[in-house]
């Protein structure tokens, strides 16, 4: 397959999960500057690694946001939050997820991952 | 709920994971000193946090799967990659996490989980 | 002992350390959705861990800052700079402890503990 | 050499690449309490590590740019963003270590440090 | 460019940087399970990332090696102390940047890195 | 003070914390490669920081090996919990800091810990 069409594959997959406008909105921030950056996301994370089809977009969401939690990287953290609800996780099967963050990469990562957990809540009018 | 009981019903959760003779190996390794720690182990990792109903095993395993191989932590992996595969997880949903491995938390993650996946797969005797 | 005496124990060890008010912030914050999370910090982590008798909290509060700096959790970090001066920990020890930092998990680490702790003396007026 | 010359040394290195004046702001943020590591910083990284003749310092800024980058520390990648600048590096070099972060600590460490580094070139006023 | 063109062209440059045979066994111990891994590694690492024009390999390389000793990924920081060699960098080009991982990730990951270091110079039949 | 001084100093220090014996071998293991390394480590990290008064060595040594248990550094963990052994810690005081290990830094680094401190234990014929 051309790059370009898992590119534009990719970014239609980005664009289902957290929406066209936020992710023009994260491609805008970055600029011409971070053009090679979008590309590896569009094509190859999202065109190439999200796109397999052996396991759905759900479950996928469940553990990036694990593995988030864990590494400490909160901005990703929330996108990814975002992307899970939008792929139909419920909040309770998010809340689990942090729990679990809790066992296995301690409990100042699960605080950090409930707040940031919350404050997507409160910016989607969630009532939790 | 008595901590005794808590204790119990988590050590019971463990051992269907892993099998009787895993666990008593694992326990049995760390002797009295680690007494104190098996103890949070089997109450509140999987008499409490495993034993929630908000998600089911085999995603929780592909999340905890996912998470040891972000932040670098062998042993556990290989534990939980058999817990994994006791849940009903398959190579194939394992890869797939692998993968998400690559983009989240960088290339020399991902090929450390794929090479202690192979790893269990052998000890196994799963082909793949 | 029941989980719940223990959440009782862990809750009033907690409120030592941190006070009342403080808890109460933080437990309020995290609100329904983060009860199960609370329920592991007081029972577990309070009501377990630091209620055991074989090292004094002022030591434990030392070794705790220390993690939580090498670990890169600033939040969690500010928490336990409060704990640790109300355990009896004077800035000068605290200090020791971020300059081992230094050593063990390098220098941004170090500069980052750094910033925190004078944040944490100016917000309870200590003159350092 | 005496430790006091190996801090001179060090301060004279560190104010060549971030400026006189930065320095001393970054010095006074710490105060007297931080005297301590900033004698670690001045002697020991700059008077010492950074002062050794066997690699350049321009590329010294790029790797140090890299392991910030993949360690997650925003403030101290910062500090080297404008070092590196100093030191000769191009925003395209830097660029060039952004993407090898993404293949190596992954891409939520990517997309902060692109961020963090089209902050320095805004407040630097160079148009990427 | 079509995805099997970037692929090719990135095995080229792993095996200019690293010789065929062992990217031949490293292929071959992950076999058919780690294809997808391969083809994210080969197209996507080398094919892209490291066939950018913007900075010299042996740059490259130094920056790959701090990043992988500060992130405590051994197996992968051999595997890039070889291709450093192979790209021209010095021994006492890697010691520089072993001691700025001591400075920014800790004197633990500098004397891992120093001992992997001398393992991969013996191993070569480099004396230092 | 001159840093061969501090040198003097600090090797005395960490001959004195882990045995002459333990100190020549490793120094041995890094040879005139890792003599840079050695001079930090002798004259920074034991030289200064360790001497300094403010904190016993006893606590400096529960503060180091609760870190290292967290940023996943085994060798340098069994190193200082021969460390702490020496400088008066007992095998429960150095237990209580594993379990904090697992609250602050989760369970597969408790695990790890305990491992390791069992390891040590039984290489130094201690019964626990």
Not at 20 to 35: I, N, P, T
Not at 88 to 114: K, Q
Request: charged share 25%; aromatic share 8%.
């Amino acid at each position: 397959m051309d790059t370009q069409e898992l590119y534009r594959r990719g970014l239609a997959v980005r664009k289902q999960m957290f929406g066209a406008d936020a992710v023009d909105k994260r491609m805008g921030a970055l600029g011409e500057y971070g053009a090679p950056l979008q590309h590896m996301i569009n094509a190859y994370a999202y065109g190439d690694v999200w796109s397999r089809p052996g396991l759905e977009r759900k479950i996928r969401s469940l553990v990036v946001i694990g593995m988030n939690a864990a590494i400490n990287r909160a901005a990703e953290f929330k996108v990814h939050m975002n992307g899970a609800l939008n792929n139909g996780c419920t909040p309770d099967e998010i809340r689990e997820v942090c729990l679990l963050v809790a066992l296995y990469a301690g409990i100042p990562a699960a605080n950090d991952a409930h707040r940031l957990a919350l404050e997507v809540f409160k910016e989607r009018g969630i009532d939790v």
